[in-house]
């Protein structure tokens, strides 16, 4: 059982900031990856930025150089600092978790989402 919570959503002016946060909980022995994707109304959901266990990172070029992806392995918790924001950023942020229970079965894990509106 693995419980994903994003916070840190909001509404914010084109320029702003924001920081998201998902922590992960329950039976878990260990997360080899986390990442964050979002969906905006009537697109498809899109990957924004994930990182391995290792610290390795990968951007959609959309937010590449605007958001850093950032996580705390003990705590099983990662962020999003998504800076000098826009308009087309808004939509629903989703945390994702990829890991292994501790009866050694692997698993995938999804947040309920977080709002990100973005006013011009």
């Known amino acids: 059982q693995v419980q994903l919570v994003e916070s840190g959503g909001g509404l914010v002016q084109a320029g702003g900031s924001l920081r998201l946060s998902c922590a992960a909980s329950g039976t878990i022995f260990l997360i080899n990856a986390m990442g964050w994707y979002r969906q905006a109304p009537g697109k498809q959901r899109e990957l924004v930025a994930e990182i391995a266990r290792g610290g390795r990172t990968n951007y959609a070029d959309s937010v590449k150089g605007r958001f850093t992806i950032s996580r705390a392995n003990a705590k099983n918790t990662v962020y999003l600092q998504m800076n000098t924001l826009k308009p087309e950023d808004t939509a629903v942020y989703y945390c994702?978790?990829?890991?292994?229970?501790?009866?050694?079965?692997?698993?995938?894990?999804w947040g309920q989402g977080t709002q990100v509106t973005v006013s011009s």
């Open positions: 994702n978790a990829d890991g292994v229970y501790y009866s050694g079965t692997d698993f995938s894990s």
